[in-house]
Nanobody
Framework: QVQLVESGGGLVQAGGSLRLSCAASGRTFSIYAMAWFRQAPGKEREFVAR????????SYADSVKGRFTISRDNAKNTVFLQMNSLKQEDTAVYSCAAALRTTMRFDYWGLGTQVTVSS
C-alpha cells in the first residue's frame, strides 16, 4: 500500500504560480511512476503530468506543456508540480497518483488539493 497526501493548493490570480507537493508513504520502494491529474467541476478527470521514479523521465498534457513542471525528490518520497502562467481553465482539484512496479497502473490516489485561478 502507498499513501499519498497533497498540499500547496490555493487561490491565485491568472498569470500567477503555485507549487503543489505530494508526499508518499508506505511501500515507496515499489513506486514505478507518479503523476498529477486534475478534475474541474462538471468535467472528467484528466492527466496533467507524470514522472518515472527511477530515471526521472517526464511527460505532460499538451494543455500544460511549457507552463507546468513535474519533479521529484526521491529521498523525501515527494513529487512536485510547479505551475506557472496559470489560467482560469487550470482551476480544478489536483490529485496525485502512484503506480507500483507490480502493476504499472495508477492504483493509489491522494484526496486532492483545490487550485482556483481567478481573473
Amino acid at each position: 500500500q502507498v499513501q499519498l497526501v497533497e498540499s500547496g493548493g490555493g487561490l491565485v490570480q491568472a498569470g500567477g504560480s503555485l507549487r503543489l507537493s505530494c508526499a508518499a508513504s508506505g511501500r515507496t520502494f515499489s513506486i514505478y511512476a507518479m503523476a498529477w491529474f486534475r478534475q474541474a467541476p462538471g468535467k472528467e478527470r484528466e492527466f496533467v503530468a507524470r514522472i518515472n521514479w527511477s530515471g526521472g523521465s517526464t511527460s505532460y498534457a499538451d494543455s500544460v506543456k511549457g507552463r507546468f513542471t513535474i519533479s521529484r525528490d526521491n529521498a523525501k518520497n515527494t513529487v512536485f508540480l510547479q505551475m506557472n502562467s496559470l489560467k482560469q481553465e487550470d482551476t480544478a482539484v489536483y490529485s496525485c497518483a502512484a503506480a507500483l512496479r507490480t502493476t504499472m497502473r495508477f492504483d493509489y490516489w491522494g484526496l486532492g488539493t483545490q487550485v482556483t485561478v481567478s481573473s
